[in-house]
């Protein structure tokens, strides 16, 4: 069974710093793109950034510069390491796994973690 475990969520003041965790098990990640989405309240599911497995990164625009996703393959664990927060990176963010990065890539993300709340405070 595949499970995805999600930590460093938080609270922190705004210019902070957090990094979050996913580990993957239950199977071979390997090839699978692994990646991070973000959902506020009232606002849809959005992409922050993905890592494929052959090293390509891919980033939001509200984001780039200041997050960077990294990967550790032997571990199946993904990171986002996110810097100079801002209220509005606020949110739950998502760690997810499998899928192909594009238009459509949270539609086809074959695995979700559970979600870890950021709260950036002004």
């Known amino acids: 069974q595949v499970q995805l475990v999600e930590s460093g969520g938080g609270m922190v003041q705004a210019g902070g710093s957090l990094r979050l965790s996913c580990a993957a098990s239950?199977?071979?990640?390997?090839?699978?793109?692994m990646g991070w989405f973000r959902q506020a309240p009232g606002k849809e599911r959005e992409f922050v950034a993905a890592?494929?497995?052959?090293?390509?990164?891919y980033y939001a625009d509200a984001v780039q510069g200041r997050f960077t996703i990294s990967r550790d393959s032997a571990k199946d664990t993904v990171y986002l390491q996110m810097i100079s927060l801002k209220p509005e990176d606020t949110a739950v963010y998502y760690c997810?796994?499998?899928?192909?990065?594009?238009?459509?890539?949270?539609?086809?993300?074959?695995?979700w973690g559970q979600g870890t709340q950021v709260t950036v405070s002004s």
């Open positions: 890592f494929r497995w052959r090293g390509t990164t």
């Open positions: 239950g199977r071979t990640f390997t090839s699978y793109t």
């Open positions: 997810a796994v499998g899928g192909r990065y594009g238009s459509d890539y949270a539609a086809n993300v074959d695995y």
